[in-house]
């Protein structure tokens, strides 16, 4: 059993910066894949990023790609989403995830591919 707690969000200004981390519980964190996932008002659950559980392994949607970054210290059983150059449409409930199994550039979109969620943490960027 792995429990997940996000903390970090908040409300930022468009074009500043909000590191969200996610801290696990259990002693084989450092085998999970971890994602991070968000859901804006009125919209489905997508994909944000995913790391694999050897921090040089990570994957992005393409709407985040190159101003955010996903990051995990396995001693710490803490993952990060480092957000920057945030923009409105970045305003939802962000949620990490963990996987028990390995995560692939062809499935770590998927919330299917996760077992644990944590409660999620609301991010709005104001303009």
């Known amino acids: 059993q792995v429990q997940l707690v996000e903390s970090g969000g908040g409300l930022v200004q468009a074009g500043r910066s909000l590191r969200l981390a996610c801290a696990a519980s259990?002693?084989?964190?450092?085998?999970?894949?971890m994602g991070w996932f968000r859901q804006a008002p009125g919209k489905e659950r997508e994909v944000v990023a995913a790391i694999g559980w050897r921090d040089d392994i990570t994957y992005y949607a393409d709407s985040v790609r190159g101003r955010f970054a996903i990051s995990r210290d396995n001693a710490k059983n803490t993952v990060y989403l480092q957000m920057n150059s945030m923009q409105p449409e970045d305003t939802a409930v962000y949620y990490c995830?963990?996987?028990?199994?390995?995560?692939?550039?062809?499935?770590?979109?998927?919330?299917?591919?996760?077992?644990?969620w944590g409660q999620g943490t609301q991010v709005t960027v104001s303009s």
């Open positions: 259990g002693r084989t964190f450092n085998s999970y894949g």
């Open positions: 995830a963990a996987s028990s199994a390995p995560i692939w550039s062809d499935d770590y979109y998927e919330e299917s591919k996760y077992d644990y």
